[in-house]
């Protein structure tokens, strides 16, 4: 069964660069089925979709994050990263990689369990 | 942006209640439109997909309906380990978008 982790910094400071990693266990990143996806929640808050990669590495990101994300895949490594740049206290979420069905229908499974993220000095 | 208003926010209800729950869409949509039950500290866990296709493992006491901007969540016979906030969330069309959770809270 397909299962994601997340990892990386709990702690980051004002206007440096989030750094998350996604490692994929007991499937592959390279299926042409699927997208692999960051999605965020702010404390006590909604979901946020954040950006996608597929395992060729073309990417799509969210507008609202303005050009601060980038998100890049390594396939030999079964790991998928996400970089979000010049960061805010408004940034501070729970952070989740997830695999999206590219069928047509998109949905969001499985989720990695979540890491949070605190942006402060 | 596609927007995605759920109602209610909240809801109170007992054990063995049907209960639905409302998202609606600011536009057509088709069935592009996805549920999902979050528990507290854990991650959101697929429910229902394309509107109202009940994803594997999920209890048949779960339903969702609706095509276009309305869609809902049906729980037919509510038991404890339901009572969990859940989410909508179109794949019409880039970005993503989520509804805004309905907390489901024990009378």
């Known amino acids: 069964q397909l299962q994601l982790q997340e990892s990386g910094p709990g702690l980051v400071k004002p206007s440096e660069t989030l750094s998350l990693t996604c490692t994929v266990f007991?499937?592959?990143?390279?299926?042409?089925?699927?997208?692999w996806d960051w999605i965020r929640q702010p404390p006590g808050k909604g979901l946020e979709w954040i950006g996608s990669?597929?395992?060729?590495?073309?990417?799509h990101y969210n507008p609202s994050l303005k050009g601060r994300v980038t998100i890049s895949v390594d396939t030999s490594k079964k790991k998928f990263s996400l970089k979000l740049s010049s960061v805010t206290a408004a940034d501070t979420a729970v952070y989740y990689c997830?695999?999206?069905?590219?069928?047509?229908?998109?949905?969001?499974?499985?989720w990695g369990q979540g890491t949070l993220v605190t942006v402060s000095s | 942006d596609i927007q995605m208003t759920q109602s209610p926010s909240s809801l109170s209800a007992s054990v063995g209640d049907r209960v639905t729950i409302t998202c609606r869409a600011s536009?057509?949509?088709?069935?592009?439109l996805n549920w999902y039950q979050q528990k507290p500290g854990k991650a959101p866990k697929l429910l229902i997909y394309?509107?109202?296709s009940l994803q594997s493992g999920v209890p048949s006491r779960f339903s969702g309906s609706g095509s276009g901007t309305d869609f809902t969540l049906t729980i037919s016979s509510l038991q404890p380990e339901d009572f969990a906030t859940y989410y909508c969330?179109?794949?019409?069309?880039?970005?993503?978008?989520f509804g805004q959770g309905t907390k489901l809270e024990i009378k």
């Open positions: 997830a695999r999206r069905d590219g069928s047509g229908y998109d949905w969001f499974d499985p």
């Open positions: 007991g499937g592959s990143i390279s299926s042409s089925s699927y997208y």
């Open positions: 990669m597929y395992y060729s590495g073309n990417s």
């Open positions: 536009q057509s949509i088709s069935n592009y």
């Open positions: 394309a509107a109202s």
């Open positions: 969330q179109q794949s019409y069309s880039n970005p993503y978008t």
